[in-house]
């Protein structure tokens, strides 16, 4: 019986003869797995190919340039929407009553006067229907799109067309954009083929392409690659460890090639970070509004100073995300970066970071140099003095602390003369103090290996004691504020402790200083002086000026000095920067509020400023010349019967009364931001920024917003 409930044709006794049976089907071997199991699938390139290739043209400083579309210089005159429509309405109306009137007769025959003038008899009055309709039409047509081409222009409809149109439709859809030819593609490391490098190109290519490598890796490879462009490194050693390691070639020293996290978005190939969004304010020049606002390197090259009461987000906004993006460039090779802020500030996870020094908390598993790591005493007294009354000094821009570097420099020299090292705090403290026993004990051993010049130097500290005027007291008791219990294991200098110093700035180095603020507020002070001290002594004799070196110091509150306003001016020209947070500018001594904005090239004022703080950044930031239009609106008196009754109806259908209008344009001088707009007009989570990078070009102060 077959499915369909028919009998079979072959009859019932063919079921019951026996077939012989099928040998069974080999069933189909599964496709071989692409990868272990339990192993995740292998990672797309794309995604690292499309970073690579995306456009990041020229710009003005401070524009984030990843994807970045130029905009014009000047504001374009934008007519409102409903003025515009009804005018290009208004105008196809005339365009068809002038049509109309020519084609009805009512204005003559005019207007064909040029066809017969032009054309033969023959053409016109001929028999051929085709032809003759052909010329008739034709010159009908070509009238017609006379008419709309005039009325077209009155009416703006190329404006209508590109704001309405298609063109708008393309600017709103995503532009797909085209792989770039292999000589202009980023990913084929074309300059590593020009040098004879090609094998090195092609795996470090092969491995772009396969997701194996990420922007740290690409930033770090060009690095090196500059390393080698520049003799510093030969060619042979460079392509030995690319086709070794690949995309792992020439790591960090700590072997890490990315950070544990990222909180703000970074472009390595620019070196920039993004901060925010630039407002969309008549304030702003035309062409930042609704741009990123970004900084990097470049910069940051000429110091930044962020001014803005506590949670403005200077430490959230700005002090972490310019932080980590140094720590990524330190991962790539060009960077050292040294973050100091109070302990538990938010200035990243300790895996961020190469060296992290916790002041003050014996789990801390490095100690801070107090002398910077240098072996002059001179040196040495020099940045002591500075960090221990640099704040006492003349707050002039002139004054120095030389009286105390000479005290200090008295001390130090004969000490390592005898010891072969510096004294720790509390011996520094039995010197200053005059404490008969170490100073006896100091001369014994200066008499003993025939140091007569320092015998005289230490002649000369011990009659000064206990003279009125002697700045040893005043260093006795600011030094008596790192003699703490709770400092007992720091500061060491016998050479058991593992000591950071300042000068490690010669590598890629990522450190990171926890300042006891909490209970020791003079103790941090005085070592965030000493840090910036150190940095800017530092950085002005290091070997690899190449390598962008830059401190970040979230709370600066104390900190500013003459000395240390000299300090700054001098980082630039060292590829050297500083990061500066402060609550207010009272924490700054008037004297140096003008020298500190002026030695600084990127200035942000965030919101909640106070007024006599917004006084000094308007001064900074100058005035410009604008056009201001007054506008004077005079009532119409109407004296004849029919203007009256005119002017009723007026007044009846919009409200007011006639009147006409005068308009004054005059140029003006204006604070481009007062006083006042910064402490009022400053919206929460926005900030007003101008820059300056190293080659002198700046941007003019702009709304910023820090949440965009």
């Not at 100690?367 to 020099?382: I, M």
């Not at 008037?590 to 917004?614: E, H, V």
């Amino acid at each position: 019986m077959n499915s369909d409930g028919t009998q079979d044709a072959r009859g019932t006794h063919a079921d019951a003869v026996p077939r012989p049976a099928r040998p069974p089907e080999a069933p189909a071997m599964p496709p071989r797995p692409a990868r272990a199991p339990g192993m995740p699938p292998p990672p797309d390139g794309s995604a690292f190919l499309t970073w690579l290739r995306a456009p990041r043209p020229e710009a003005a400083p401070g524009v984030w340039r990843f994807g970045h579309r130029p905009r014009p210089e000047q504001e374009p005159e934008q007519i409102p929407a409903r003025q515009l429509l009804s005018g290009a309405v208004i105008a196809f109306l005339v365009g068809w009553l002038v049509w109309s009137l020519l084609w009805n007769g009512y204005l003559g025959g005019w207007w064909v006067l040029p066809l017969e003038l032009f054309t033969p008899d023959s053409w016109r009055h001929s028999d051929d229907r085709v032809g003759n309709a052909f010329l008739w039409y034709g010159y009908y047509t070509l009238i017609a799109l006379v008419i709309m081409i005039a009325v077209g222009r009155m009416g703006r409809w190329g404006e209508v067309w590109r704001r309405y149109g298609l063109p708008a439709w393309r600017r709103a859809a995503p532009v797909s954009e085209r792989p770039p030819a292999p000589e202009e593609d980023p990913a084929q490391w074309n300059q590593l083929r020009a040098a004879g490098a090609g094998e090195a190109a092609d795996r470090l290519a092969t491995e772009a392409g396969a997701g194996l490598m990420r922007d740290v890796d690409h930033a770090r490879i060009a690095r090196a690659w500059q390393g080698v462009a520049s003799g510093r490194h030969s060619l042979a050693t460079f392509t030995g460890a690319v086709l070794k390691d690949g995309a792992a070639a020439c790591l960090h020293p700590s072997g890490e090639r990315d950070l544990p996290g990222r909180l703000a978005r970074h472009d390595l190939v620019t070196g920039q970070v993004r901060l925010g969004t630039t407002a969309d304010d008549p304030r702003n020049p035309y062409a930042y509004r609704g741009t990123g606002l970004a900084l990097g390197p470049e910069l940051l090259g000429t110091s930044l100073l962020a001014v803005g009461p506590a949670g403005s987000g200077k430490t959230a906004d700005v002090v972490w995300p310019l932080a980590e993006s140094l720590c990524l460039h330190a991962l790539a090779g060009r960077a050292a970066v040294v973050v100091v802020g109070a302990a538990g500030a938010g200035l990243g996870p300790a895996d961020a970071y190469d060296v992290v020094v916790r002041i003050g908390k014996p789990e801390s598993v490095y100690d801070l140099d107090l002398y910077g790591g240098t072996t002059d005493p001179d040196e040495a007294a020099a940045v002591l003095a500075e960090a221990l009354v640099g704040d006492l000094a003349d707050p002039h821009p002139g004054s120095d602390s030389r009286r105390s570097t000479t005290v200090l420099a008295q001390l130090l020299g004969p000490f390592q003369a005898v010891h072969g090292r510096f004294p720790s705090v509390p011996e520094l403290r039995q010197l200053l103090d005059g404490t008969p026993g170490p100073l006896a004990a100091l001369r014994k051993g200066l008499q003993d290996t025939g140091h007569e010049s320092l015998l005289r130097e230490l002649d000369a500290r011990e009659r000064q004691l206990g003279h009125p005027g002697d700045v040893g007291v005043v260093l006795a008791d600011r030094v008596a504020l790192l003699d703490r219990p709770a400092f007992a294991g720091f500061f060491d200098t016998s050479g058991q402790s593992r000591p950071f110093s300042l000068r490690a700035l010669d590598h890629p180095v990522r450190v990171r200083i926890d300042l006891p603020a909490r209970g020791h507020a003079d103790a941090s002070r005085i070592l965030a002086r000493l840090v910036l001290a150190q940095f800017t002594a530092s950085v002005a004799i290091r070997e690899d000026r190449s390598l962008f070196a830059c401190l970040v110091l979230d709370d600066a509150t104390g900190v500013v000095t003459p000395e240390a306003v000299r300090g700054v001016q001098r980082l630039r020209s060292g590829n050297a920067g500083a990061v500066l947070t402060l609550r207010t500018l009272d924490d700054v001594a008037r004297p140096l509020r003008g020298p500190l904005l002026g030695a600084i090239g990127c200035r942000m004022a965030l919101s909640g400023l106070t007024p006599w703080d917004g006084q000094d950044f308007a001064e900074v930031w100058g005035k410009e010349w604008i056009e201001a239009r007054d506008v004077t609106d005079r009532q119409i008196i109407a004296e004849t019967p029919a203007g009256k009754v005119l002017h009723m109806v007026r007044r009846v259908i919009t409200g007011h009364a006639p009147t006409a209008r005068a308009v004054t344009v005059r140029q003006v001088e204006r604070e481009r931001w007062s006083a006042s707009e910064l402490a009022h007009a400053v919206p929460p989570g926005h900030a007003v920024l101008s820059l300056t990078n190293v080659k002198g070009e700046h941007a003019p102060p702009l709304l910023v917003d820090l949440r965009g």
